[in-house]
């Protein structure tokens, strides 16, 4: 049996009201932003515009028992301005830190989210870090 710790985590993500009521359904789990994205709210395009929380794999150390694997990941909360990030990245330390949720038995955040600007885009977001413990057998 293969888990997908990445539709783990989004699940997860997707039961915390107080994250869900910023960012929706924008939770994503991906190497890249989802096309059109933009955190910026647009009400013609609600599902890929305004505050989102998007979480990268990093890898992880090798677990000493093979049901169990112990990931680690970015997670980028983007918002419209600094303080409305900020508040994204807050709930969800608040919500997700040192909790379990079913086949996810721990969630640790490791570095606290730190605001950076894309140079880009221009765009705010906090970066923090987490380790998780996924029961994957």
Do not use: K
């Not at 929706?24 to 395009?45: E, F, H, K, Q, S």
């Not at 515009?49 to 909360?77: E, N």
């Not at 379990?100 to 721990?106: D, E």
């Amino acid at each position: 049996m293969i888990t997908d710790i990445d539709a783990l985590v989004r699940a997860c993500v997707l039961r915390l009201p107080t994250v869900v009521a910023v960012a929706g359904t924008r939770i994503y789990v991906a190497t890249d932003l989802p096309p059109g994205y933009d955190p910026n709210a647009v009400p013609a395009r609600p599902t890929t515009t305004g505050p989102a929380v998007f979480f990268t794999g990093r890898g992880g150390r090798p677990s000493v028992t093979s049901v169990l694997s112990d990931p680690t990941y970015l997670a980028r909360c983007y918002a419209a301005n600094e303080v409305a990030a900020r508040d994204l990245d807050a709930r969800l330390l608040v919500a997700l830190h040192d909790r379990s949720f079913g086949r996810i038995r721990s969630v640790r955040c490791t570095v606290t989210g730190q605001h950076t600007q894309d140079s880009a885009t221009g765009w705010h977001f906090f970066l923090s870090t987490w380790q998780l413990i996924v029961v994957i057998a």
